[in-house]
């Protein structure tokens, strides 16, 4: 059974930096995708970035000058680096795993996603 854990979520300030991680377990591939999505209170899930099976990456243009997607294959883990936070940035975290998306040239939605984590907090203070 597949399992995907967020790690590293927390409080931060204005202006600080977090890395999220995601380790994947129990997919039979070695090649996938995984999509990180965000989450905050009276607003609609919004894909972040994605890393595609072939390492290609997408960073939603809103972000992009801040965040960037990343994976260690030896550790079936991806990672999501957060800079120069906002408090815009404060959501719950979820990454997801496809194992349909090969090249990212854009944020797939969420319907190509079919294994989910529980999602991590990210608060940050201004």
């Known amino acids: 059974q597949v399992q995907l854990a967020e790690l590293g979520g927390g409080s931060v300030q204005a202006g600080g930096s977090l890395r999220l991680s995601c380790v994947v377990s129990?997919?039979?591939?070695?090649?996938?995708?995984i999509g990180w999505f965000r989450q905050s209170p009276g607003k609609e899930r919004e894909g972040v970035a994605a890393?595609?099976?072939?390492?290609?990456?997408f960073v939603i243009a809103s972000v992009r000058d801040r965040f960037s997607v990343s994976r260690d294959n030896a550790k079936n883990t991806v990672y999501l680096e957060m800079n120069d936070m906002k408090p815009e940035d404060t959501a719950v975290y979820f990454c997801?795993?496809?194992?349909?998306?090969?090249?990212?040239?854009?944020?797939?939605?969420?319907?190509?996603?079919?294994?989910w984590g529980q999602g991590t907090q990210v608060t940050v203070s201004s």
């Open positions: 997801a795993l496809s194992g349909r998306v090969n090249n990212i040239m854009n944020m797939p939605g969420a319907v190509f996603f079919e294994s």
């Open positions: 129990g997919y039979r591939y070695s090649r996938y995708c």
């Open positions: 890393i595609g099976a072939d390492d290609s990456t």
